[in-house]
């Protein structure tokens, strides 16, 4: 992990996991079963064994899901329920938790490992470094996938444009790789507190990804490749195909 420039002291880093309850394509997904179990579960207890957090919460707009965090011992911090988006959620948590970095931990991903949260921060090495978050090799059925986003990046890492259009454009049909964006974030707390007061963004809208916020602006994000895939899961056939995976 990277040290703080000032005097070296390590870097206080907090997990938060967003877990709204009205989802819209998969009503209460966060509370669906799987595998007999709560999907935050899986989210929490992997999240929990990543070395690198100081601290774990989830931050919710649901006394339904605060009751399932007290029933289980999981810190909770209830949240409004009008904040537009999970980093909203975080930068709510961050009003009242300190620390230097934070995580924003999606809760519809029930594959998601330790070893996720540790590639995430590996960029905070470097002290210029503001946002990060991750990609993986993109499958060849999810190249044309507008639900799977594609990221393209400079030869540094840094973000140059998400989408769930296929990006880069192979015109000559040469063979390429491309790289799907698994929606975990990583936050200086100067950038986490900027991101409210950040204009609306026009390509944030278009494409309904909240990280083009910070592209638009002028917030670099750089992005560290991971080799494990995830689902997110949005609908009947995500939970089941992650119940399946879960379940081997």
């Not at 206080?12 to 989802?23: D, M, Q």
């Not at 709560?38 to 929990?48: G, I, K, S, Y």
């Not at 592209?215 to 056939?237: A, C, H, K, Q, W």
Request: aromatic share 6%; glycine share 6%; net charge negative.
């Amino acid at each position: 992990m990277g040290e703080k420039p000032n005097g070296g002291r390590p870097l206080r880093i907090v997990g938060v996991i967003p877990a709204r309850l009205a989802s819209t394509r998969l009503p209460r997904k966060i509370l669906r079963p799987i595998a007999g179990r709560p999907m935050l579960a899986w989210v929490w207890e992997a999240a929990q064994a990543c070395p690198q957090l100081d601290e774990l919460l989830v931050a919710t707009d649901s006394e339904e899901i605060v009751d399932l965090c007290n029933q289980n011992g999981w810190r909770c911090q209830l949240t409004s329920p009008f904040l537009a988006s999970g980093t909203d959620r975080v930068h709510a948590v961050s009003q009242t938790v300190d620390a230097d970095v934070y995580v924003n931990i999606q809760g519809d991903e029930p594959l998601l490992k330790p070893e996720h949260i540790t590639s995430l921060l590996l960029p905070f090495a470097n002290p210029q470094v503001e946002v990060s978050t991750l990609k993986v090799a993109c499958t060849p059925e999810n190249i044309h996938n507008p639900n799977a986003v594609k990221v393209v990046t400079a030869s540094d890492g840094r973000a140059l444009y998400f989408s769930r259009a296929t990006i880069p454009y192979n015109r000559d049909g040469n063979p390429a790789l491309y790289w799907k964006h698994i929606g975990l974030y990583a936050y200086r707390k100067a950038a986490l507190q900027q991101f409210p007061m950040l204009p609306a963004s026009t390509l944030e809208h278009t494409e309904r990804l909240e990280q083009l916020r910070f592209l638009e602006n002028g917030v670099n994000l750089y992005v560290e490749p991971t080799l494990f895939d995830t689902i997110g899961v949005d609908t009947e056939e995500d939970l089941r195909l992650v119940e399946s995976i879960l379940m081997r």
